[in-house]
């Protein structure tokens, strides 16, 4: 599925055909569209109609359901892209509804009658949709929630391990000799100084607060860009030499000695990377459910669509014919403008044509139709039943 693919669903009164017949009519939406794209029909149950108060606020309670769907797939695919590192051959294999890749999915779309029975109420059905995909955005949202967690715990556990001597774990470089323990006067600091800083500090560290253990500063190791010192002062002056290596830009490290404490800290790392293959697993498993659920609940939901549009369009008895038209998006333009041409006639007065027989649109016209028919939220009106959208 390529990401330029542009999907058009279009419903036209089989009046359009001469003979009326559903066959003759899709052959003439065919016929309109010629090479710009693939033309297939969309099949449509009847539904249970209810009154035109009623079908004019679900048309309005749809478009909603619409923008909310797509949002979802969109987070689907977003969610999929983060977890496979942007890998597009790996993120379209995962993008399937009901294990069928995006366009055959939409080639062969079949109500599913099962799930959504066609002779329940439209309102019903409306609530169904949009509690499941409501649902499915919920799920998801946790699941990657729980994996970025141990993500970012994993991340800090092996920063630790990795990182200079400012910031990493200390528990494999300090040995317990370095240390005054168990004093009741004493206490070791551990400080990371800037290895441009080094001579300052061996200069002035047993001055720069009262009470440090004169030539009490060791070495315990260096890296590229810090140098560990352990220097030893009173317990009851630790804090002003704390604060005065601060001002000094030497960086006191808090450390307490624990016995084992290397061990723990290595299993920690293993274990969180057990957890995040594990929940890594669980995410993709999560999301690739998810984008093929929410797809499918928005192609019921654009199905439906367009079935009360149609209704409040054409009127009844229902005689229509539904087509999907698969294309890109340069192409979507030119179809949608050579639509407009053969069928303007469809909209009344909303669509006229200039001396020279190109389509022209009454804006108050259209404005007046828009909210007669519920169609609002800034959508371009046609005067035939159309959507555009794009799979994600």
Not at 31 to 57: M, W
Not at 152 to 167: F, P
Request: contains cysteine.
């Amino acid at each position: 599925m390529s990401r330029s693919s542009r999907f058009l669903l279009v419903s036209l009164p089989t009046s359009i055909a001469s003979s009326n017949d559903k066959e003759d009519a899709l052959k003439a939406l065919e016929s309109g569209v010629a090479r710009d794209g693939s033309t297939y029909s969309f099949a449509i149950p009847t539904f249970k109609i209810g009154t035109l108060d009623a079908l004019v606020q679900q048309a309005d309670d749809l478009s909603k359901l619409n923008h909310a769907c797509e949002a979802v797939v969109n987070k689907m695919g977003d969610s999929l892209r983060t977890i496979l590192d942007g890998d597009e051959d790996k993120i379209s294999q995962q993008k399937t509804i009901n294990d069928k890749p995006v366009e055959q999915y939409l080639r062969t779309f079949q109500w599913n009658k099962v799930k959504y029975r066609a002779d329940k109420p439209i309102a019903d059905l409306l609530d169904s949709l949009q509690k499941e995909i409501q649902g499915i955005d919920n799920d998801v949202k946790a699941k990657f929630n729980q994996y970025n967690q141990i993500k970012t715990n994993l991340t800090a556990s092996k920063r630790r391990q990795e990182g200079n001597l400012s910031t990493r774990s200390l528990a494999s470089i300090v040995p317990p000799s370095a240390l005054v323990q168990d004093s009741e006067y004493l206490e070791t600091h551990l400080i990371a100084v800037p290895n441009s800083l080094v001579k300052d500090y061996l200069k002035h560290y047993e001055s720069v607060s009262e009470m440090v253990v004169p030539r009490s500063s060791i070495q315990i190791a260096s890296d590229d860009e810090f140098t560990l010192f352990a220097v030893t002062s009173f317990k009851k002056f630790s804090a002003q030499f704390v604060h005065k290596c601060r001002e000094m830009r030497w960086i006191p490290r808090d450390f307490k000695y624990s016995e084992g404490g290397k061990e723990e800290e290595l299993k920690e790392v293993e274990s969180l990377s057990k957890e995040e293959r594990k929940v890594w697993g669980e995410a993709l498993r999560m999301g690739r459910t998810g984008y093929s659920e929410s797809a499918m609940i928005w192609v019921h939901v654009l199905a439906l669509r367009v079935f009360v549009e149609t209704v409040l369009r054409y009127g009844l008895p229902l005689e229509f014919i539904c087509g999907l038209i698969m294309t890109n998006e340069k192409l979507a333009k030119k179809i949608r403008g050579n639509l407009d041409s053969s069928y303007s006639y469809l909209g009344g007065n909303a669509f006229g044509r200039d001396k020279k027989g190109r389509v022209q649109k009454d804006d108050q016209s259209v404005q007046a139709d828009l909210q007669a028919a519920g169609q609002g939220g800034g959508e371009e009106y046609a005067a035939y039943v159309f959507y555009e959208f794009e799979m994600a």
